[in-house]
């Protein structure tokens, strides 16, 4: 439990720091990705540490480009 206050602490920490930089610029969209990468990493993070099984990606990234192919 402990890693898991750890990594949302580092996450607080992270986005405390980086996000007044990128609204003062106005840098909305490097704002709205930037939160929502950190998000992601995040939560993986956490339920990695809680030992929850997750999907390969691989499997989303071919469902998302198999048109292509």
């Known amino acids: 439990m402990a890693s898991v206050l750890t990594v ?3 996450t ?3 986005f405390w720091l980086e996000a007044p930089k990128l609204l ?3 840098h909305i969209r490097e ?3 930037f939160t929502m990468l950190l998000l992601i990493a995040s939560a993986s ?3 990695l540490t809680l030992e ?3 999907p390969n990606p691989f499997i989303i990234v071919k469902w998302m480009v198999g048109w292509i192919v």
């Open 31 to 33: 704002f709205i990705i």
């Open 12 to 14: 607080a920490g992270t």
């Open 24 to 26: 003062r610029h106005n």
């Open 45 to 47: 993070y956490v339920l």
């Open 52 to 54: 929850v099984v997750l």
């Open 8 to 10: 949302l602490a580092l």
